[in-house]
């Protein structure tokens, strides 16, 4: 059967206008696809043990956390610090800054152990977890997711001082409209001040306080483009590692009497802005701690490590310089003079009223210049402190010197001795451990011809 041209267009037109009422009405799209996958964020509450006092819903549980973020940071007080545990069976929020409007996500309480996890978490940047003490008090540990990605868990670790700082910066830039997701971490992290806050939130925790986001970034200046009431816009917060100087070189080389120890006065100077603390390592295997800079320190004898490297690092509200110097020291090591010619016998004989020369020698093992003298000797009598030669002119019993003589008697035919005359030489010589000296003694015969 052939069908005309007015049967078939209609047919056409119907079947058309019924498959295209099939596509409106079909089944509707699921108007709760959120149109990514989301993440996930998991981590572990910790807090000091001594805050939120026991018996409540939370508790702490497991080992002392090591190693604690506070007791790693060099400028932190360790009178101030507390151990943290994980904090079982306490409620976590997690939130974000949006249009000066901090905006909840989702709440959970943590474990038997510590640990929570947040599901169904929208793809973004710097959430932040909060930890509230049920006791009412004023007192919250927190913790930063810094990105989670479609489909991902973000770990966020264990909640400390550290981590309180970051999500404290991201709260008080929230509440000046700088949206969470719109901040970068590390420039808190690379400000000269955020060790020195680090540590004084660790404090204001370990002692059950709040450190609050206005405090942390207007009192601090920590979070780069908060700007405080009494902020005149000016950038103060250039600042530079101090500079050091640990003296030297130190020296030491005439410890005496052999076998003592040596005590070494340093100098060490240093420039920087506040509070400048001064550590010193000895280089011997010891050091001082916030010592001042001009402390004194014994080297034990024997002196093995000599030289000895030296190293003061300064510590100011900017950061820490490390500048190092030498110590020298040595023992002395140095020998006493010894008189080598003593005359051939102990007795030298001389006519009344003549003259008496003897030259004494001496040598010193050190090489050190010799220093000659008479320490016993008769009126008149001289030595030369350079050569050691004795001379003695008009030679007798009585004191006397050539000008109070009445005659001069002949040298020969020697009748008797008149007196004896005591002679002690002395020679000296310098170095270390010095003066050192030896002595000899004879005697002269006065003899009347």
Known sequence: MKLSTKIILPIIIISALLILLAGCFGVPPDDESPGYTPGAISGTIARPEVCCGEPSESSLVGDAIDPNVCDDLDL???????????????????????????VEIASTITDENGDYLFSDVPPGRNYIITAICPEEIDF?????????????????????????????????????????????????RNHFKYNKVACEVCEKLAECLYAMPVWVCEITELCPGYV??????????????????????YTDDEVCPPGADSTINFNGTAS???????????????????????????????????????????TDDCGSTTNTATVTITECINDAPVIDNLPPTTTQEVDIW?????????????????????????????????????????????GLVCADRSEVKSEVNRCHKLCDIPVTVKVTSGGCCGPLFDVESFTVEVWQP
Do not use: R
């Not at 920087?272 to 295997?285: A, M, N, R």
């Open 272 to 314: 920087g802005t506040g509070t400048l603390k001064y550590d010193w390592d000895f280089g011997d295997g010891t050091g001082a701690l916030d010592a001042g800079a001009t402390p004194s320190h014994e080297y034990l004898n024997p002196f093995t490590g000599s030289p000895y490297t030296v190293t003061l690092t300064v």
């Open 354 to 398: 003549q003259t008496y020369t003897y030259d004494v020698d001496a040598t010193d093992p050190n090489g050190d210049t010799l220093i000659y003298s008479l320490t016993v000797n008769p009126n008149g009598m001289v030595i030369d402190p350079s050569t050691g030669v004795i001379t003695w002119t008009c030679a007798n019993c009585d």
């Open 228 to 249: 405080g009431g009494d902020d005149d816009g000016d950038d103060d917060d250039v600042c530079e590692d101090p500079t050091v100087n640990a003296g030297g070189p």
């Open 76 to 102: 932190c007080d360790p009178a101030y610090m507390a151990n943290w545990y994980a904090w079982a069976n306490v409620e976590v929020t997690l939130t974000t800054w949006v249009d000066c409007t901090e």
């Open 140 to 188: 919250k540990v927190k913790d930063v997711a810094e990105e989670v990605v479609e489909g991902a868990t973000y770990d966020a670790g264990i909640s400390d001082a550290e981590s309180t700082v970051l999500a404290l910066c991201l709260e008080g830039l929230g509440e000046i409209c700088l949206d969470s997701d719109a901040l970068d971490l590390d420039n808190f």
